[in-house]
């Protein structure tokens, strides 16, 4: 998120304000899963706070092909790297448990059937 207003297509800030479970690609809803969303994810990336501009996250999409969430780069700063709390790269290529590449362990569960894709779109 670039700013705290900033909304994806139908989903709002919301949807993510709970302390028992936190989606991707999906909403919400009291804690359980509501309307997934299909397609493919190759990464997240969390952060305290929000990201300040778009020139950060131009940087971290780098034209189609995003650098590690880890290394500062151009308007992403060693900054956004120090306030980086979990980063999902989603490399396993099996099972459902995803490692978190950043200092603070935070292993994530994939759940509601998702799989692998050797094919990743460009």
Known sequence: LIKESTNMSSMTMDDYRNDENFFIMG?????SLYRPS??????????V???PDAAAVNTLYNNGIPIDARVAGEH?????????KAYWQ????????L???STNSYTATMTNGVGWSANVPA
């Not at 299909?38 to 952060?47: D, L, M, Q, R």
């Not at 992403?76 to 980086?84: A, D, G, P, R």
């Not at 989603?90 to 448990?97: A, K, Q």
């Open 27 to 31: 909403h919400n809803n009291e804690g």
């Open 38 to 47: 299909g397609g493919y994810c190759t990464e997240v990336a969390i952060w």
């Open 49 to 51: 706070g929000v990201l």
């Open 76 to 84: 992403y700063t060693s900054y956004h790297v120090s306030k980086l």
């Open 90 to 97: 989603m490399n396993e290529n099996t099972g459902t448990s």
């Open 99 to 101: 490692a978190d590449s």
